[in-house]
């Protein structure tokens, strides 16, 4: 049996672009030909559609000790067996390092690739761009975009791949209001397809991929090797942090309201700001919020920064004292920030990323109809304090990446959710205890669709972010790509009928799934097609 390799890649007929010297390392079909083991899929002659489970290291079918080495030496000694990178940090595994291990966690430090095009030409775009290895970090693009005097638009988390997973379905960061979203800076991609080829997909050649691989999700159509991405004039984005909260019915010593009134105030409170979240979307901003369940319904916290690119401290303090007027005239006592430059856009943290953290989420855009009548912003906030009052965290991120802010080429196959979103958010559980059976989990995770319902129904027709969702998203290929769903699956089928690259909830995902032991969707187990026989 022949296995189907993405490893390496064919020459191809014609010399094509490379933005990266790696790139250009290539297998001939000589090569090819002389390893029968190794099958690439010829997308004329796709053959009948795969049976059974994928193949994995213990099967008869995976090729030998002996071929991967011949393989080896027709390369040069390039193949690489790499353990995954958290190897050294499991006591168990015979890499286990404890320094290999903090330097891991500390900063991954692989050898990634970068270059300023201060005047690149694609499509109709003429101007400044980067060629970015697909590795990449956000926190690494920091340092090029200071030394360059320009910036580019980077996850928020530090830690994120910049043009990998992040930009596949969309990515959003504190400049989503102001440039759009990841997918919407790219301008080129180098791509490894299905079928082995090494191929350009940018508004000029291959567009159906190019549409596809910008927010078209990851995974799915091909392995993006690096990308071309627009270069933005430097901007500075000034920060503003606001909180208040309430305990046990009170907002403290100063207050003399009863228990309910403060509750009530409270959210009436957390309804101004995220009225006003339009306004903050309006003049390019975007906000990271959280509204946080405590002990009881009569304790509940709400904090936010404000990302304000392009704003001196002085305008963001202007901008923000109307909010702060009303919500302190409800009677709530707030903290607030002299605004300053921002702590989570520039190279602070130097790859030190976010914790794990043990819960589970789902995610939903809401639209900007939501705030256009009265009553169904009423109806939203209804919904989301429902939400925190079941026990659960709320994480709001107010932004606004129409068309007009993406520019061109426009983010070809991204969920056409984000263009009509104010907010998107991130809804999390509190985790089930370490070790908890399956049945606790399935229970916890159905407790979580219940309460992620009435979000849903106040935000109909809208979707989520696949990069934050839920894994088990009831109705995904709706709710990850809306109505280009059926593009996306036509060009999956043409480009990789084998299914070669699969994730749950992705386009064409639907034929396959992972075994696992205890049912849970986890990758712990065999990916199967989901009608084949178990062995
Ligand atoms: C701490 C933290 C902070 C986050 N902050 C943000 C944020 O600010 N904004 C935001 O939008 N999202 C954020 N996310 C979500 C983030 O977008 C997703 O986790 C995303 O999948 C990360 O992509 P990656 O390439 O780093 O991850 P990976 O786990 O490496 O990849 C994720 C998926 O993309 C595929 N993929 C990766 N690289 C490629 C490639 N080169 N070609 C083809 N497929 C590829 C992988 O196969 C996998 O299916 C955050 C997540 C975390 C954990
Ligand atoms: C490939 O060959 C090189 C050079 O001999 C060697 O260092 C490397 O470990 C080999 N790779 C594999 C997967 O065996
Ligand atoms: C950004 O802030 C720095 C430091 O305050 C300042 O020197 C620089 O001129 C600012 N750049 C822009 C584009 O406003
Ligand atoms: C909080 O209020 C909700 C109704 O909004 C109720 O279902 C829940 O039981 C209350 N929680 C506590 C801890 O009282």
């Not at 009225?275 to 405590?294: A, L, Q, S």
Request: glycine fraction near 12%.
């Amino acid at each position: 049996m022949r296995v189907l390799l993405v490893l390496a890649v064919l020459a191809a007929e014609k010399a094509i672009a490379i933005n990266i010297p790696f790139e250009s390392f290539e297998l001939t079909p000589a090569e090819v030909d002389a390893f029968p083991v190794i099958a690439f899929g010829d997308s004329a002659n796709p053959g009948p559609a795969r049976t059974g489970c994928r193949f994995v290291p213990g099967d008869s079918e995976w090729p030998t000790d002996d071929d991967w080495s011949r393989l080896n030496v027709s390369m040069g000694g390039a193949l690489l067996r790499p353990d995954p990178p958290g190897a050294v940090c499991y006591p168990d595994h015979p890499r286990y390092d404890e320094d290999a291990c903090l330097a891991l966690m500390r900063n991954a430090g692989r050898t990634r690739e970068f270059e300023y095009l201060p005047d690149y030409s694609v499509g109709d775009y003429h101007g400044p761009a980067a060629r970015v290895s697909a590795g990449l970090e956000a926190w690494e693009m920091f340092d090029y975009m200071r030394a360059h005097d320009m910036t580019l638009v980077v996850p928020g988390g530090y830690t994120v791949g910049a043009y990998g997973g992040w930009m596949a379905a969309g990515g959003h960061s504190p400049l989503a209001s102001t440039f759009g979203l990841g997918s919407d800076q790219v301008l080129s991609l180098q791509v490894v397809t299905a079928d082995g080829r090494f191929v350009t997909a940018s508004p000029e050649s291959n567009q159906d991929l190019f549409y596809a691989l910008c927010g078209g999700g990851p995974s799915t159509y091909g392995i993006v090797t690096s990308a071309v991405v627009k270069a933005h004039p430097a901007t500075n984005v000034t920060t503003a942090s606001l909180r208040f909260q309430v305990t046990n019915g009170a907002f403290g010593s100063e207050s003399d309201m009863s228990a309910s009134e403060a509750v009530e105030a409270f959210w009436t409170g957390v309804g101004m700001f995220f009225h006003y979240g339009k306004d903050v979307t309006e003049f390019g901003g975007t906000t990271y919020n959280y509204v946080t369940p405590g002990m009881n319904n009569a304790s509940v916290s709400f904090r936010t920064d404000f990302e304000m690119p392009g704003m001196t401290p002085d305008d963001v303090a202007a901008f923000l004292q109307p909010l702060y007027d009303a919500i302190t005239d409800v009677g709530i006592p707030i903290s607030k920030t002299v605004p300053g430059p921002s702590s989570t856009w520039g190279p602070g943290r130097r790859g030190i990323g976010d914790m794990p953290g043990n819960s589970r989420l789902a995610s939903r855009l809401f639209p900007r109809r939501n705030w256009e009548s009265d009553d169904l912003f009423d109806e939203t906030m209804a919904a989301v304090r429902t939400f925190v009052e079941g026990g659960y965290s709320f994480h709001g991120i107010h932004m606004g990446p129409t068309e007009e802010v993406a520019g061109y080429p426009g983010g070809g196959g991204v969920n056409p959710a984000f263009r009509e979103t104010l907010m998107h958010a991130d809804l999390f559980d509190r985790g089930v205890a370490p070790g908890a059976s399956a049945d606790k989990v399935k229970e916890a995770h159905d407790r979580l669709v219940e309460y992620v319902q009435p979000i849903r129904d106040v935000t109909k027709g809208s979707g989520a972010y696949m990069n934050e969702g839920d894994v088990l998203e009831p109705d995904w290929q709706g709710s990850y790509f809306g109505d280009k769903y059926e593009r996306l699956l036509a060009i999956k089928q043409t480009t990789d009928p084998w299914n070669l690259f699969w994730a749950p909830g992705t386009v064409g995902s639907e034929p396959w799934a992972v075994r696992t032991a205890d049912g849970l969707p986890t990758q712990n187990g065999l990916l199967c097609r989901i009608d084949a026989p178990r062995r």
